[in-house]
């Protein structure tokens, strides 16, 4: 069992002031894996003045050597990129091929798309009129992640910070402590000045909190739930600071009778329950054309059923549990939500899958006959659920698509590309993905209305970390 009670406060492993521990479990099996501390206000304390004291000089390092840290990061990421997958695949039970393709393959990929941003970025240059403006780090930063998807959280976040030259201090989710410290080291290694990064482990209420309302940190960057996201906005708003959110989504995704109807219905599926359904998103409200709604849920069916849920520790395409027993009974309140207001149960359900006593399995469930306004379709589940709604034409489509207080992402699948076109620019969310094209590493990710603000990844995910200054009379 891995003692993870210690945090990295100044460069240094640290035995935290506070003596509230908490245990770690595998999710899969349900056993402790580790305990972890929960931080207190000293500890908090003690890592903001790490990190403001370390910002004096690490904002002055030239771009030249940022760059050469951040290559640094990535040989030494790619070294330990095992150790990163597996932490995953016990903390959370995200399965091994999965954990090892997507969610260990993030740190590299948006360092990458970091590093060629970082390369273009002007940070001092004159403007038409003379005048000179100068990109400059924010300061310190407090960095919020989430349990869903880790790293890649933690990569989105800590990568920017440390590539304009800002300090910070990352509290992960408690939930999934193993693969920060994973990246903890690495940065350690990475030859980074004591002070730019911390981490501390800690409850959102008390940590978290502590973060947002503390005036010498001058950015928080939170992904979690929009309830969260609200409460470090409200928290960060007596000092006045920049926040940046990534909150949740209920993603539409538009099936057009038009499209190749087996191919794209059983990827949208897929897609769906990716990741045992916990990602922000995941396209979970399937809109689509009446002419050919019987035929969609007949492959929905068979696709969600052809779903195989398994021991995260075997290689293969299957999913594993949700990350907690706590997840468990959410997901499962919402399957009774839907079935209480009328919806058609396709396949799934509640309780566990046939063969699983132990760990936080759920069947990949399907609901037909759904209306935009059960609470199924509003609110996200987080888990692999799919809603399957019908419309009449492009028009309801759309209103459908945009009737939900979420903007993350949405989805379209149609063999006209001039239909793709028309209604993308109608759609209210932050990314559009036509006929399964996903997206690249170093493209900006984040959403409007109720899913957050700002956006991570490549250049855009650059300057929200950056303050702008001009300068007058310079001749
Ligand atoms: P939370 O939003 O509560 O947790 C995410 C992170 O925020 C954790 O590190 C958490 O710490 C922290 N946090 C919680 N409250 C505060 C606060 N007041 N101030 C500062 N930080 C805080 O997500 P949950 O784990 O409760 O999941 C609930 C739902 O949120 C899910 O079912 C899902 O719908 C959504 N969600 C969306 C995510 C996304 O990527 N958009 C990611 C995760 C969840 P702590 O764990 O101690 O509360």
Known sequence: MKNLSKFYIAGEWVNPISDNMMPVLNPATEEQIGTIALGNMTDVENAVAAAKSAFDSFRLISKADRLALLNELKRLTEKRFEDLAQAMRMEM???ITMARDAQADAAIGHLQGYIEALEKLEERYKLSNSDILIREPIGVCGLITPWNWPINQIALKVIPAL???????????EHTPISA????EIIHEAGYPPGVFNLINGLGETVGSALSRHPDIQMMSFTGSTRAGRAVTHDAAETVKRVTLELGGKSPNLIFADCNLEERVTASVDECMFNTGQSCDAPTRLLVERSCYEEVLEIAKRAANSITVGDPAQEGNHVGPLFDQIQFKRVQTMIQKGLDEGATLLTGGLGKPEGYKTGW??????FADVSNEMTIAQEEIFGPVLVIIPFEDETEAIAIANDSP???AAYIQTGSAAR???????????????NGGGINYGTPFGGYKQSGNGREGGLMGLEDYLETKTLHGIV
Request: charged share 10%; aromatic share 8%; proline share 7%.
């Open 93 to 95: 039970g995200a399965p």
């Open 420 to 434: 793709a076109e028309r209604i993308s620019s109608c759609l209210r969310a932050g990314s559009v993905h036509i």
């Open 163 to 173: 590539a304009t030259g800002c300090t910070c201090i990352l509290k992960p989710s």
């Open 406 to 408: 979420y903007g993350l």
């Open 361 to 366: 399995y759920v069947k990949p469930t399907v």
């Open 181 to 184: 410290m994973v990246y903890t």
